[in-house]
């Protein structure tokens, strides 16, 4: 049976788009960190990891996207996930003052957390969240999380999909020691930094363009080690076992203080 690990404790949404990634039977291994998850993996503890790196709402998971900028794994998959938040707490709704839960599900809440005047408390993660007001079992308290993690801890579900925009997806991506082998329909990734060189970013999507290259996702991360200076995170179409890719990513090397391919994987339908 494969070994997924995941960020999170059981019931959460990482572990939900593993199981509908795999469409299979997995065992999940439940780490503390984004850092841990991918170490698993490396160290193999477990066979595959998965990351959230977006959401259609609140935009880019940036403490994933660092931690995917260090990991030897490849990239072999992605899954995009439907997040459907609710309220959980052994009180009534009238009696919730404080709700506890990841701060990308509580921002995705905020119009709910607003109308209600409820207190937030920030956690490392939503499935967590139940667990913290299980053991503190106060009335006063609710958590925000997915259905599945109400039912793993057996607290009520108060109300159902108290998300701002139903409209919310998340997108995970799925990591292996292997790399992938190209098929009909890939998609990588890559993470660069440029030069201080005028016009060196240009010349990176310069290059793409003129070899008909189409860029999907083109996001700017600070530099951890150097003050004022960024990381790029890129997706484009294709394989980067591709002669044409190879190229293209030997040429914009030239412009680049360093260049990681992240992984190549075949594009996730959006359902």
């Excluded at 193999?44 to 996207?65: A, M």
């Amino acid at each position: 049976m494969k070994k997924v690990s995941f960020q999170g404790e059981h019931g959460a949404y990482s572990e939900s788009a593993a199981k509908k990634f795999f469409k299979e039977e997995i065992e999940t291994v439940p780490c503390n960190s984004f850092e841990d998850t991918l170490n698993t993996t490396e160290n193999k503890k477990s066979d595959y990891s998965i990351l959230p790196v977006e959401n259609s709402i609140e935009g880019t998971v940036g403490q994933s996207i660092d931690a995917i900028t260090h990991t030897k794994l490849h990239v072999i998959g992605e899954e995009y996930f439907k997040v459907e938040h609710c309220l959980i707490s052994t009180g009534k709704l009238e009696e919730i003052e404080t709700v506890y839960s990841h701060p990308q599900a509580l921002g995705q809440c905020s119009d709910f957390i607003q109308t209600r005047e409820l207190k937030t408390v920030s956690t490392y993660d939503t499935a967590g969240s139940v667990k913290i007001i299980k053991q503190m079992n106060d009335t006063h308290l609710g958590a925000i999380a997915s259905n599945d993690a109400g039912k793993l801890y057996n607290i009520p579900i108060v109300k159902q999909k108290i998300e701002n925009n139903p409209n919310n997806y998340t997108r995970f991506l799925i990591f292996s020691n292997e790399n992938s082998i190209e098929g009909s329909g890939d998609k990588t990734s890559i993470i660069f930094s440029v030069k201080h060189e005028p016009g060196a970013l240009h010349q990176i999507l310069k290059e793409f363009n003129d070899n008909n290259i189409n860029l999907t996702k083109i996001e700017s991360r600070p530099n951890k080690n150097k003050n004022w200076e960024y990381n790029f995170f890129v997706d484009f179409l294709g394989h980067h076992a591709n002669s044409k890719i190879k190229s293209v990513l030997n040429k914009i090397s030239e412009n680049t203080l360093f260049l990681k391919v992240i992984g190549s994987y075949p594009i996730a339908d959006l359902d």
